[in-house]
């Protein structure tokens, strides 16, 4: 075998083994999730929402939430200590958005027995798309919303997110269209899912 085989088997190796790990986001990650999410919107919304579209729901309908941090409901995937995706859930109203133009209202609890918790803003590396990163974020987030009570969820998704959500059996409520601050429109899904009693 060559030098150059062998190092690249080592490396394989490595990029087949090593295992992602979930822990919740902290504020100095703010700096990382601003980078990670236009990456992650730019390549992997490419196929359903124009580049228009994507520049224009940047900052501001993918953007971070600075709540879900602080609430410690936001989870960051790591492999070999390098952010690979984040994503997390929210026991508040807001459906989806980042800081900017939140309203108070938005920012008011969500009552476990009445209410359902959110799902908020996925975002996956794109060379580290479709390796089931979004399904353990996913499951990390049932687990922690149907611990604090919850018995239903709902979310906002992007039409590259929807699949991930109807493999968790999300049901669509509505679609309709976002109005974005260039004056484009971007067309999500509102779906819902209940949880399995504990
Ligand atoms: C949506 C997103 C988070 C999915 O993350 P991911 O790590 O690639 O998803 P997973 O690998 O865990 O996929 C789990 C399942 O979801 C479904 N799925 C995910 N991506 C899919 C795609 N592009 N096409 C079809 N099904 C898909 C499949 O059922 C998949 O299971 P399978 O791979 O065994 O068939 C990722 O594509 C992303 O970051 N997109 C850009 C940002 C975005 O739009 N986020 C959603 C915000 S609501």
Redesign the pocket.
Known sequence: MTPARRAWSATRARLTTTPITLRLARSDDVPLLEALIPL??RA??AATYSPAQIEGALGTV?AVDRQLIADETYFVAERDSEMV?C?GWSRRKTL?GGDRGRSPLGDSLLDPNADAARIR????HPA?????????M?SACERAAAGDGFRALE????L??E??Y??FAFQVVERYDVALANGLSLPVVRMAKALAPR
């Open positions: 992650s919107a992997l919304q993918f995706a994503g989806f803003a996925f975002f996956v580290y798309a479709r390796r089931g990163i979004g399904r353990l996913m979310l906002v998704a992007t590259a997110g699949p991930l109807a493999a």
